[in-house]
T-cell receptor, first 108, second 116 residues
Framework: GIQVEQSPPDLILQEGANSTLRCNFS?????LQWFHQNPWGQLINLFY???GTKQNGRLSATTVATERYSLLYISSSQTTDSGVYFC??????????FGKGTHLIIQP | GAVVSQHPSRVICKSGTSVKIECRSL??????MFWYRQFPKKSLMLMAT?????????EQGVEKDKFLINHASLTLSTLTVTSAHPEDSSFYIC????????????FGPGTRLLVL
């Protein structure tokens, strides 16, 4: 099946810093989602981005489908941005294959 | 919109008992719901795909008789962990895919199961 790799696995930043998270996938996809899992375990949809660029406040994402990667940008980080960021792509009948995630810690 | 709830949020049970977890789509209809399992500090692993009115499709390695899934309506799917053992302790998360438009998945808040 399709492989999803995320980097870096861990990232520690000071408040106010910018960051770029990467997601590589091994095969063509027609869908890609970015999620933020908060400390309580809730998965929050950030972006549905099969291709192109989208922005939502301090977050933006870009997927280059032809090169099989997606990037998530976080600008002016806040402590509430801490958590695990996952990217996921479809597998089979709409189930998702998740990457292993990037564990982000924003220090005050 | 696109809210998915799960109940209970956490449950502790004794070995050998069965536990039922409910997943509901509150403001949309979902023909398909999914059940995932997440171990501490690990990624989510798809367990099964649940389609309304039909049998669930299980991923390889997931025991059908241990993890019973029922999808009786367009807004409710249940996962029953039968004869639970300590190794079944985990974080179980459901998601639902809306009927219309983009097939984005929306996730419930998860259920933490601890089997003693």
């Amino acid at each position: 099946g399709i492989q999803v790799e995320q980097s870096p696995p861990d990232l520690i930043l000071q408040e106010g810093a910018n960051s770029t998270l990467r997601c590589n996938f091994s095969d063509s996809v027609n869908n890609l989602q970015w999620f933020h899992q908060n400390p309580w375990g809730q998965l929050i949809n950030l972006f549905y981005i099969p291709s192109g660029t989208k922005q939502n406040g301090r977050l933006s994402a870009t997927t280059v489908a032809t090169e099989r990667y997606s990037l998530l940008y976080i600008s002016s980080s806040q402590t509430t941005d801490s958590g695990v960021y996952f990217c996921a792509v479809p597998r089979g009948a709409d189930g998702l294959t998740f990457g292993k995630g990037t564990h982000l810690i924003i220090q005050p | 919109g696109a809210v998915v709830s799960q109940h209970p949020s956490r449950v502790i049970c004794k070995s050998g008992t069965s536990v039922k977890i409910e997943c509901r789509s509150l403001d949309f209809q979902a023909t398909t719901m999914f059940w995932y399992r997440q171990f501490p500090k690990k990624s989510l692993m798809l367990m099964a795909t649940s389609n309304e009115g039909s049998k669930a499709t299980y991923e390889q390695g997931v025991e059908k008789d241990k993890f019973l899934i029922n999808h009786a309506s367009l807004t409710l799917s249940t996962l029953t962990v039968t004869s639970a053992h300590p190794e079944d302790s985990s974080f179980y998360i459901c998601s639902a895919s809306s009927l219309a438009g983009v097939r984005t998945q929306y996730f419930g808040p998860g259920t933490r199961l601890l089997v003693l």
